[in-house]
Structure formats: structure tokens, C-alpha cells
């Protein structure tokens, strides 16, 4: 299938690296909000334009979109987008993942380079499993959070919407983090964290919490 990538910073170059790997689609290009970045090239990709195009590029036989932007708010809002014009939203997950058979996926996810999926894990729409988080059994990961590189999730483990969970984080079984909650980097998780908080630190307290 023919597809764009949205979003053609840091995280589009890894994306664009996963699809390469996975070698089941035609990359077309990029878009980028960015207006700077036009008619430039990513990783030997054309930067196309902005999102504004999305509706034309059934014209072209482009047929799917992966969001490859790192804010969680941002990232299923462009996602939306692309479902309104018409487009599958494809996932990019790295050859050298784990993911359990039993896994369930949504759509316009990433799991990249090392990472775990294990058995019955539920990985919502747009979510980022980034390098060599392991996500361990049951677990359940709400639409556009995002589990960052190395971060090791426990046994039913519910991560809410547009979670944050820094790298290297360790959250203990059976905890949740509320949606848009945020763990931070190196962050040992001992007890629920609410919905809209940050935590930090071994073991993890609460910083600040702001609106959901």
C-alpha cells in the first residue's frame, strides 16, 4: 500500500525506519506542519506538505497514514483526520518485537525497536510503544498514550488516554495511571496514579495536577 507519514521530526524518522523494516508498504512522503520543511527530504523521503492534504491524496492512490508525532493530544487529533479523509491508519511495528499472539492492537500504533507485547495486552488507537518497553501480561493502554523508550509495565497494569509514561519507568502490577496522567522518567510507581497528574521519582509522588 502506498502511505504518508505525518509528522517529519524525531519520531517520523523512527517511524519511517519501522516501516522500512516491516517492508509491506510504498512510502510516498511526509507531511509536516512545519512549512519550512516543504519540498525538503527526511531519511531520503520528500516532505510533501502540510495536513491539509490529506484529502487529496486519495487523487494520487495514496490509500494509508501513520501519525509519527510525539504529543499524545496532537497525535489522535491528526488521527481523526486521516479517517476523515478517507484513509486507513496503518501501524509500524519493528521486526525485532515481541508481540504476543494473543496482543489486540488499534489502529496507527507504534511498537518499535525491542519492545514486549505479551500475552492479552490491549493496545489501544495511536498508541507509541517505544524502544524496549515491555508491556507485561494484561495490560490495557488507552488511545494515544504513549510508553516510552525502556519503561516496564507490570502484569494488568491500566494505563488511561493520552498517558505519558517516561523512560525508564517501572509501574507495579495491578496500578493504573488515570488518563493524561504523566509518569516520569526513571519513576517507580507504587500506587494509582490519578487522572491529569505527574509523578516523579523512587518511589513515585505527585508533583503537580492540572485539568484532564
Keep these: 500500500m502506498d502511505v504518508v507519514i505525518v ?4 519520531h517520523g524518522k523512527v517511524v519511517l525506519d519501522i516501516l522500512r523494516a516491516m517492508d509491506q508498504h510504498r ?3 511526509f507531511l509536516d506542519a512545519d512549512t519550512t520543511l ?21 487523487h494520487q492512490k495514496i490509500r494509508g497514514a501513520i501519525i509519527a508525532i510525539g504529543d499524545n ?8 483526520l486521516v479517517t476523515d479523509a478517507k484513509l486507513e491508519l496503518i501501524n509500524a511495528i519493528h521486526p525485532s518485537a515481541t508481540v504476543s499472539e494473543s496482543a489486540s ?5 507504534v511498537v518499535a525497536a525491542g519492545a514486549v507485547i505479551c ?3 490491549k493496545l489501544g488507537d ?29 502484569g494488568r497494569v491500566r494505563v488511561g488516554i493520552g498517558a505519558f509514561v517516561g523512560t525508564g519507568a517501572n509501574v507495579l502490577p495491578c496500578l493504573s495511571v488515570g488518563d493524561y496522567g504523566v ?3 526513571g519513576a517507580t510507581v507504587i500506587r494509582d496514579v490519578p487522572a491529569a497528574a505527574t509523578v516523579v521519582g523512587t518511589p513515585a509522588r505527585t508533583l503537580k495536577k492540572a485539568a484532564a
Excluded at 492492537?105 to 500504533?109: L, R, S
Design 7 to 10: 509528522g517529519a521530526g524525531g
Design 27 to 29: 512510502i510516498i512522503g
Design 38 to 58: 516543504t519540498g525538503l527530504e527526511v531519511g531520503g523521503v520528500k516532505v510533501m506538505g502540510q495536513v491539509n492534504l490529506l484529502p487529496r491524496l486519495r
Design 73 to 80: 493530544r496532537v497525535r489522535a487529533s491528526y488521527a481523526r
Design 105 to 109: 492492537i488499534g489502529k496507527n500504533v
Design 119 to 121: 500475552t492479552e495486552v
Design 126 to 154: 495511536s498508541v507509541i510503544a517505544n524502544t524496549s518497553c515491555v508491556i507485561d501480561h494484561e495490560c490495557e493502554i488507552g488511545e494515544a498514550s504513549h510508553i516510552c523508550p525502556g519503561a516496564l509495565l507490570a
Design 183 to 185: 509518569v516520569g522518567a
